[in-house]
Each structure stands twice: as C-alpha cells, then as structure tokens.
C-alpha cells in the first residue's frame, strides 16, 4: 500500500500542532537532545585549503584537513577527532592534486546539537557554496544521529519499522540512490543476519554483525561511535534540502528509542511516515511539507 503525506493530514496535524502549543514546544527540542552530525560529499574546482578556510570564517576555528580515513591533519599536524569541522579525501570520489592543494573531498561535521548545530551547518553550506563547491550524481549526504542511549528494544523497534516505511522514504530521492552501491534497501534475505546481530547484542557482545555498511540504514556505527547513519540522501549543498532532511533523520530515531513505556510503535499502514512523526509531535509540519515536495521530483 502506498504510503502519501497530503495536504489535508498536514492541516489536520497543523491544528493538532497548534492546540498543544506547550507540548509540541517540549517534543520539538529533539535537536536540542539528541546529537547528529553531517558527511557532505562535493566536487568542484576550489582545492581543500580554500574549502577549509571558508568554513573557518563561520565556525571561527581551526579546520581539519586531512587525507581519506587519515588520522592527522595535513595543516597542524594533530590527531583528528570528532571535536572539529575537517575537509577530507572521499573514496568514492576522484580529485585533482594532492593533500591541501587537492580538489573534491568531504566536509564532515563534528558532533552537533540542537538548533545551535544546526545553525552552524546551515552556515557551513553557504560557505561552501560561496566557494564553488557543488555536487554531482556521485556524491551523497550522510547523517549520524547520537543513540549512546539506545536499549536493545529501542533498537529492534527501530530496524522493524525502519524496514516497513524505507519504501516511503526512497521515493523523496533520486531513484539511483536505491539501485546504487552506496545506499541500497534492506532485503529481506539481509534480515536474518540482522536479527542475528541483534539477539548478540542482547546478549552483550560488542563485536557482532548489524548488517552491511551500504545500506539505507546503517547500524554499524553503533558499535564504533555510538550512532547509526542514514545514506539515503543525494549530495547536496542545499540548505532548504538539507536541514528538513536532518529532522527527519532526528525525529524518526526519536519516535523509536525515546520513552521505553511506548511498546507498540508499528507504524500503520495505510499511513506516510511523515504524518506519524507529524503526528506524534516529533516532526514540525514545515519540514514534512517539505520533504512530502520531493515526491516524482527527480528521475
């Protein structure tokens, strides 16, 4: 069954929205709870240097520059981590030139939180954009999203409906971004591996498989930072793209893991993702507007 945000369910949960003014308040600070962080692929002319000088004048601190999965910065010469914005080599993407004086790369955010963070990296990609950077058919967007605080229950909550509505959420997207290599549906011949990994995890182990790196979802960071991805998006720059993306991301992860007395979360059928997160206060109705927009928008 398809699942579609309309226009009636966004005014139905716009005066919903409005009538519980004090409790939508509360349920919207999730940015202000719940870290996130941001993998911005790009190509261009502008070398690393430049890219990283521009993003300086709005964070208004040293940028790393560093080489792909690089552990120091070719500037100052530190051990990187996740505390600073940096300008790195992308795998996936090929360049001109070499360490700072190279072209086309990744800006990676560093941890990030509420509307503060996401100020910052709305001012981030105008800075990109001020020097030239764009983006091509091979460039993707990742985002991170903290569950340090995760329970094994949240996390199986999170897989079964995740699995449920990606259908939904890929028809935002460009359709290459579903038969891509990079951030391909979950199957269910890929399931049972999860399950497995996820009985282990009950179980304490720390080492188990959650399933493959290239997915739409990506469990595989929890065991290493604490997060889990979402690859779906396109590369972009756009901040009107971008930022509605990022709550979505927040909110959904939030409308699975927070509050364990919720048992029963199956998102209905008959019923877009968008107007349950709408819905429960976890989305505001803008953004769903939105996302909603890009339906049949790109080939």
Not at 51 to 61: L, M, N, P, S, Y
Not at 114 to 143: F, I, P, W
Not at 164 to 185: A, D, F, H, L, N
Not at 231 to 259: K, M
Request: charged content about 25%; glycine content about 8%; aromatic content about 8%.
């Amino acid at each position: 069954m398809t699942r579609t945000f309309t226009a009636d369910l966004s005014k139905a949960a716009r005066r919903a929205h409005r009538t519980r003014q004090q409790e939508v308040l509360d349920r919207n600070r999730t940015l202000s709870k719940r870290t996130f962080g941001v993998e911005i692929e790009y190509v261009g002319d502008p070398i690393k240097l430049v890219v990283a000088e521009a993003i300086e004048q709005v964070v208004g601190e040293h940028v790393h520059v560093t080489g792909y999965h690089s552990p120091h910065c070719y500037r100052c010469n530190q051990v990187v981590g996740y505390d600073k914005w940096k300008v790195c080599n992308d795998g996936s993407l090929n360049g001109r030139g070499i360490e700072l004086h190279s072209t086309t790369g990744e800006v990676v955010s560093p941890v990030l939180k509420g509307e503060a963070g996401l100020d910052t990296l709305k001012k981030v990609l105008a800075a990109m954009r001020s020097v030239g950077c764009k983006t091509n058919t091979r460039c993707g967007l990742h985002v991170h999203i903290g569950v340090q605080d995760i329970t094994v229950n949240g996390l199986q909550r999170l897989a079964h409906n995740y699995e449920t509505v990606q259908s939904e959420i890929y028809s935002w997207m460009p359709s290459r971004r579903k038969v891509g290599t990079y951030s391909k549906p979950w199957l269910p011949s890929w399931s049972g591996s999860l399950a497995q990994g996820l009985k282990a995890f009950k179980e304490g182990q720390r080492n188990c498989s959650l399933g493959d790196k290239y997915r739409g979802l990506n469990l595989l960071p929890i065991m290493k930072i604490g997060t889990v991805e979402f690859r779906h998006h396109q590369g972009s720059v756009d901040t009107n793209l971008i930022a509605p993306w990022v709550r979505f991301c927040l909110g959904f992860v939030d409308s699975q893991v927070d509050d364990e007395s919720l048992v029963d979360r199956t998102i209905p059928e008959n019923q877009s993702v968008l107007t349950y997160l709408v819905e429960g206060k976890y989305l505001p109705p803008k953004s769903a507007e939105k996302i909603a927009e890009r339906v049949g928008r790109w080939i």
